[in-house]
């Protein structure tokens, strides 16, 4: 419902109230001018791209805070790494109310993330969460549309892996703490996560079969996944290898420090940076993670074929196997022209024979 009238001083007041009841008016010096505003607002009433006038003057660190109260009931981990992120975000956008925001500012922002030496993947992760922020805000009627899409999207930083030699393996598991060694052996021949690893207990293997069940994960929290949870094949020699701290400090956890009891992913990257740097070869920012990389290879390299590999290391679709590891399996292009050219030689052959 919308009105437009004169005024006693000659200007021209338009009105009108929005779905919720509420009246909302402005005063214009021209008839047309009132005209042309109620005619826009109609329009996005019409059209579902209407945004209460006092709404629009959210600021970014304002609908930040509403946006992180529901975002709450998350796992801890993920709550901490969106703080993380908002803090960021806020630093850049913060006093900015929502609807100012350009999309030829967020491609800006993502540049400067990038020239200030952050890896591709954390900016690209940090453009994902700010899209988040204002897709949600766009839901709750803050804003028509939002200024975060694909055309403002940096590169999402996809490298291959680098796959350590057996050697550099057996280098830095040797270079570990005795209590952590079972940390590499669990990464590079199991492909458990950090904080899978840290959190095994003995009761999750069976040691008479020779399988491990991921249950937890640091500090003790469920894994986040029915796929983590797969169970994974391991050899009796290398049970044998992982049974050495509890029978030595009857632990707990497989993984233990200098005194048998359990530890962080904080602590356990650290003595792995500190054992990566005596390891020749490995680069600089070789990370735990990676071992899950070499054990994805040794899988390929027996010839396993990718639901397997999937299945192994727990991924939740072979899509996202192949993405990773794809340019791992053996080129088949040749095969594949053998396949063809076999069945055409043949024909030519018969028609030879017949000619």
Known sequence: MSSLKKRDNGSWRARYRDQAGKEHARHFARKVDAQRWLDEVTA????????????????????SATWLRGYENNRPS??????????????AFGDRTLKSVRPSEVRAWTARLSAEGLADSTVYALHSRLGQLFSDAVHDGLLPKSPVSRRT???????????????QVW??????????????????????????????????????????????????TELKTEESKTPIAIPQDLALELSKNHTKWGSETLVTNEWGRGLSPYRLEHYFREARANVQGLPEGFRYHDLRHFYASLLISKGLDVKVVQRCLRHSSAKTTLDTYGHMWPDKEESARDAVATVLNARLRDLAHHG
Not at 78 to 91: C, D, E, F, G, P
Not at 197 to 215: E, N, Q, T, Y
């Open 44 to 63: 996005s009433v019409v059209t579902g791209t209407y945004v209460d006038p006092k709404t629009a003057l959210t600021t970014v660190a304002e609908w």
């Open 78 to 91: 993920t709550v901490r790494q969106a703080r993380t992120h908002l803090k960021r975000i806020n630093a």
């Open 171 to 220: 280098a830095i598991h040797d270079a570990m703490p005795p209590g952590l060694q079972p940390a590499i052996l669990l990464g590079a021949f199991a492909g458990l996560r950090v904080a899978e690893a840290v959190a095994l207990r003995v009761s999750d293997v069976d040691w008479m079969r020779g399988i491990i069940r991921p249950a937890i994960q640091y500090p003790g």
């Open 153 to 167: 999207a940096p590169k999402a930083g996809k490298q291959r892996p680098y796959v350590a030699t057996t050697a």
